[in-house]
Nanobody, 117 residues
Framework: QVRLVESGGGLVQAGGSLKLSCAAS???????????MGWYRQALGKQRELVAT???????NYADSVKGRFTISRDNAKNTVYLQMNSLKPEDTAVYYC????????WGQGTQVTVSS
């Protein structure tokens, strides 16, 4: 059974930092690390959007809105992806979802990030 478990969300003031973690587990991940892992977010009343992704070899891609503030990284041995979020803004408030891609897409349950002004 595949599971993606996120942690690290919470409430922070504008300008603050949070670090999200997502650990992927399941038999498929014991064979090979996901070819890509990433973070998406969905604010209330809006569509889910890409935040950042990272491939197995470490190539990262960011949404323009988070470039220079967020950093994605991963530990292939642990099948874990991280998102360091700095200089947070109220508009970063959303539920953040972890994603892992093999032959299929897998999603976590989401973790709430709330940035107060």
């Amino acid at each position: 059974q595949v599971r993606l478990v996120e942690s690290g969300g919470g409430l922070v003031q504008a300008g603050g930092s949070l670090k999200l973690s997502c650990a992927a587990s399941g038999s498929i991940f014991s064979i090979i690390s996901p070819k890509a892992m990433g973070w998406y977010r969905q604010a209330l009343g809006k569509q889910r959007e890409l935040v950042a992704t990272i491939t197995r070899d470490g190539s990262a891609n960011y949404a323009d809105s988070v470039k220079g503030r967020f950093t994605i990284s991963r530990d292939n041995a642990k099948n874990t992806v991280y998102l360091q979020m700095n200089s947070l803004k109220p508009e970063d408030t959303a539920v953040y979802y972890c994603n892992a891609v093999t032959e299929h897409d897998y999603w976590g349950q989401g973790t709430q990030v709330t940035v107060s002004s």
